[in-house]
């Protein structure tokens, strides 16, 4: 009758995330009791509340952790990355990748090829939506999408749909890209939040993620159509590390950023070889380099050069078409990053 229940009523059913392993054993014991205890004629007040505080413990479970995380998700030739505070009092998506369906387009040309369509779960379905919610994501209190290309803001409709989102964090280096604009509006439209915030950024400005933690804007710093080179670039300490988001900006782009420390480098255009020069490499001196790449994409990314540039730099390599997600996890004092496949 429960089960039907939370069934039912959707507003009833909870995302709680993977349970910690005390909360998860508290709750099956004394699940366990209640129900051996269900043969008597009547079941004591003390399993009653202690029934109850188990499913308070299993809702609150995403807040009760101290620790912190970036993610980048294995979402093959796209950028997806997770930032969840310690708490998890703040939730942040940085792009939101999306796959075009050549075969829906191809009917769409031609009727007649309608045959050929096949029933495919979409970059959201298979792998945004689940690690949200394995993580316990409720609500999003943030959207940073860095510039039009599909692979990077192609999920932001289904994920509206599926996650009420606060705010949209959009560069100035977007606002003449009136398609990619059109389609956001209407996907806050049919979301779940159509009130949903948009603020608008250019290099100078700085984002509280949350008491502890601000972002920096380093460009665009003008007006742009959506490409390449107007991405939106944040750089800021996360837990124990200097972290550079570069989005898909070319050498000459990076080149023109200020020098900062930086631990972790998001590897701008999925390890293109326009971008990443050797210089800005020598100048940053990243510790680590993240790479979100589709295993064997048509591009041939992350270009050799890239790569041997890193190598050579000593530069540690995480790439998604390889490791699968990577996850930089971090408390008070420590930190670790964590690959679904070892290299």
Do not use: C
Not at 85 to 114: C, E, H, W
């Amino acid at each position: 009758m429960l089960a039907l229940f939370a069934e039912k009523w959707t507003w009833f059913q909870w995302v709680t995330g993977r349970p910690q392993i005390a909360v998860l054993v508290f709750f099956v014991v004394t699940l366990l009791m209640y129900l051996a205890d269900l043969s008597k004629a009547k079941i004591s007040k003390s399993l009653h509340g202690l029934l109850a505080l188990s499913l308070v413990l299993l809702y609150l479970n995403p807040y009760l952790h101290r620790y912190g995380q970036v993610a980048m998700l294995a979402i093959g030739q796209g950028d997806t990355f997770f930032l969840e505070m310690p708490y998890q009092r703040k939730v942040y998506l940085i792009d939101l990748a999306g796959k075009i369906n050549f075969t829906t387009l191809l009917a769409d040309q031609d009727p007649s090829k309608s045959w050929q369509l096949r029933d495919s779960e979409s970059v959201a379905e298979r792998q945004i939506i689940p690690a949200l919610k394995a993580a316990g994501t409720r609500t999003i209190d943030g959207v940073f999408l860095t510039h039009g290309d599909f692979d990077h803001i192609g999920s932001f409709g289904e994920i509206a749909k599926a996650f009420k989102i606060e705010t949209l964090y959009l560069p100035i280096g977007m606002d003449a890209d009136t398609e990619s604009l059109t389609t956001l509006q209407e996907a806050i439209e049919a979301g779940k939040n159509p009130k949903m915030k948009i603020i608008w950024l250019k290099s100078g400005d700085q984002v509280a993620l949350d008491q502890k933690t601000n972002l920096q804007v380093l460009a665009p710093d003008k007006s742009g159509g959506g490409e390449n080179a107007d991405s939106l670039v944040l750089y800021g300490r996360i837990g124990l590390h200097n972290f550079l988001f570069t989005g898909d900006i070319d050498g000459a782009a990076e080149n023109a950023l200020p020098s900062l420390p930086v631990d972790i480098l998001k590897v701008a255009h999925h390890g293109s070889d326009h971008s990443t020069p050797a210089d800005f490499i020598e100048r940053t001196d990243p510790k680590i380099a993240w790479i979100s790449v589709g295993k064997d994409n048509r591009y041939g990314h992350p270009a050799d050069r890239v790569v041997a540039d890193l190598e050579a730099n000593q530069t540690k390599i995480y790439r998604t078409d390889t490791m699968g997600a990577v996850h930089y996890i971090y408390w008070p004092k420590s930190a670790k990053i964590d690959s679904v496949q070892s290299n």
